[in-house]
């Protein structure tokens, strides 16, 4: 019993020594640990913002169907995508047999409204000769009722009132004759004015028809790159979202207005990328840039800034918090070996900076949605927070800080076991200067 207790004994011993070993182990990780530094230090720099890109066409014009009522047009020629094509070519045409069919239609009524005006004036004429003749008798039945009447003083009385009933009925025949010329004036000129309204509405009809086959030969209204669009007309006008629709092609049906194509002018292209808000700081109209497109590997392309957007693109719907500005640069040649969408990188050289406070931009972190920096503090690092003035070539331009300050190239608080809270904060638990 004696020698159990006393194996016991050295077990318990042994056991505690091992606990002991691994606790000293653990404080010698925790705590030796050295945090890599950098000095805060004042630079001559020219300032540079990289960002990435795509090739785009200044000017396009889309190709559509003519707006022609009557059904659908199909497409008997089109150019191939991607083609170079020249402003005032065909680059479409639609079938004109339906076109063609209404023009003989209307030549058909043009020469029937013709001939109604023959006849109408023909008829026109030999009424107006009828009603003179008829007009001359009438006149000349008035004046014998007259001189009938002139003789009442030396005739009776009966035959006197008859020759005064005589020229009164030979005045109202003249009269209502007198009438009816007028409505039958008026009638031939109506009848003729129809006709020839027939022959102007014919004649404008022929002239649509003629446009429209004219329109069925489509043209291109600049030199540019022929890209041929997805046939919307093919899917009955019902398509969503991310449906990848087919081209158009020989034989296709096309509603009239739907868009065919789309001439790309790849002679005056220029590149759209966006920045951060921090390098947005340090971009103006006019700044020099260098394009590399990846399409034509080993060679640069020199353009200047064009625009640079003064509104975030930032889409309220929009998961990512980073907001970014719209820059577009113009190429100062043209290449054909370009063509629009194609990715580039570009290297924007903004000012050139004098004694720039500057350090390497992985000492800059973000803490409570600032930027801070770590700067050492005897044994320990104080948080200290800073302005990003700019970042260039892996060094960030700052201001609120001395040069020659020693800043932490790493998170201390991660480096010493601490850790972050979910917004990328982190506890400032460092020493008597931490914020």
């Not at 004759?177 to 022929?206: C, G």
């Amino acid at each position: 019993m004696k020698l159990f207790f006393q194996n016991a004994a050295l077990l318990l011993l042994l056991a505690a020594a091992g606990i002991a070993a691994g606790c000293h182990q653990a404080t010698v990780m925790a705590t030796d640990l050295e945090i890599p530094t950098a000095t805060v230090k004042e630079v001559n720099l020219q300032l540079k913002v990289f960002t990435t890109g795509a090739l785009r066409s200044v000017q396009s014009r889309v190709i559509t169907a003519p707006p022609i009522a009557g059904g659908t047009l199909q497409i008997i020629t089109l150019a191939r995508s991607g083609s170079r094509v020249q402003a005032g070519e065909v680059v479409v045409e639609f079938d004109p047999s339906q076109q063609e069919y209404t023009l003989g239609q209307n030549r058909s009524d043009l020469a029937q409204a013709e001939q109604e005006i023959v006849k109408a004036k023909a008829d026109a004429e030999v009424q107006a000769a009828q009603d003179q003749t008829a007009l001359l008798k009438a006149k000349y039945a008035v004046r014998r009722a007259e001189l009938e009447v002139s003789k009442n003083e030396i005739i009776s009385t009966i035959d006197a009132q008859k020759n005064l009933l005589a020229l009164d009925e030979a005045k109202r025949a003249l009269a209502q004759l007198q009438q009816d010329v007028q409505s039958h004036s008026a009638s031939n000129q109506a009848a003729l004015a129809i006709s020839m309204e027939k022959r102007h509405k014919a004649q404008l009809a022929m002239g649509q028809a003629q446009l429209n086959i004219k329109n069925m030969h489509v043209t291109s209204p600049i030199e540019g790159l022929m890209v041929i669009r997805g046939n919307a007309d093919s899917t009955g006008g019902n398509f969503w979202d991310g449906m990848v629709l087919p081209d158009y092609h020989v034989g296709d049906q096309a509603n009239p207005g739907s868009t065919i194509a789309e001439v790309v002018d790849i002679a005056r292209l220029e590149v759209s990328a966006q920045v951060s808000e921090t390098d947005r700081t340090n971009l103006k109209v006019g700044q020099t840039a260098e394009v590399s497109v990846e399409a034509v590997p080993g060679e640069k392309f020199l353009g200047k800034v064009q625009t640079v957007g003064g509104a975030t693109s930032h889409e309220f719907w929009d998961d990512n918090t980073s907001r970014k500005f719209d820059v577009g640069i113009q190429l100062d040649r043209s290449d054909a070996r370009l063509r629009p969408g194609f990715a580039v990188r570009i290297s924007i050289l903004g000012d050139n900076l004098s004694k720039a406070v500057s350090i390497p931009d992985e000492a800059v972190f973000e803490h409570a949605g600032k930027k801070v920096v770590y700067r050492q503090s005897g044994h320990s690092f104080e948080m200290q927070e800073v302005k990003v003035r700019a970042l260039s070539e892996g060094r960030a331009v700052l201001e609120g800080i001395s040069p020659g300050t020693v800043v932490a190239l790493v998170n201390p608080e991660k480096r010493r076991g601490g850790k972050e809270k979910p917004n990328g904060s982190a506890s400032p638990s460092l020493g008597p200067g931490s914020i």
